[in-house]
């Protein structure tokens, strides 16, 4: 039998608007979907890379999507100092062929969503909270995905939308901005219905 000859593992890095965050991006799948690590209980149960990027004392947090990585720093080191440890890290990670995120992981979090899900759809709010998610999936989401980041739907509640921010977004300045001159600007011209965007932390 021959051995396949893998290629090599590409890496670069992209800049986020979040001076925290930084964006490696791979030339290899890391895991489908989203992942968000922010405390290291859950990434230790269920992400063995982000828990040995987390055991670095200048790493935060750890964001999964498809072939990139999102990591945001502790404030007190530059990136001068970490940004080239860091991607040797995650390259020589992704050639050992290391596990980034266990199996059974987008389950549990389809679960915990769930819960969330099955109240925000109900009542008279039902149809335009539903019509916002949408929204924001079809025309929020890619452009926030391009910096590092995500957003998630999480309720409408008497004209106020509530929705949280992952990656590079999490505790980024610039995405206050942008939730309240883009996000709450074009949800308000779509659904007459929405007063204001509101940042939930988890």
Known sequence: ????????????????????????????????????????DLASEWSPMANSLMELPYVKSVYFNNNYVTVTKEMNYDWTEIMLKLKEYIKEYVENDGEVVKEGFAEFWDAQTAQSNALQFSGEDGEIARKVKELIDMYVKPAVEMDGGNIEFKAFDKGRVFVTMQGSCSGCPSSTVTLKAGIEGMLKRMVPEVSEVVQEME
């Open 1 to 40: 039998m021959e051995s396949v000859v893998k290629s090599p593992v590409m890496l670069y890095t992209e800049q986020t608007p979040n001076p925290e965050a930084l964006k490696y991006v791979t030339n290899r799948l890391l895991y489908r979907g989203i992942a968000d690590f922010r405390e290291k």
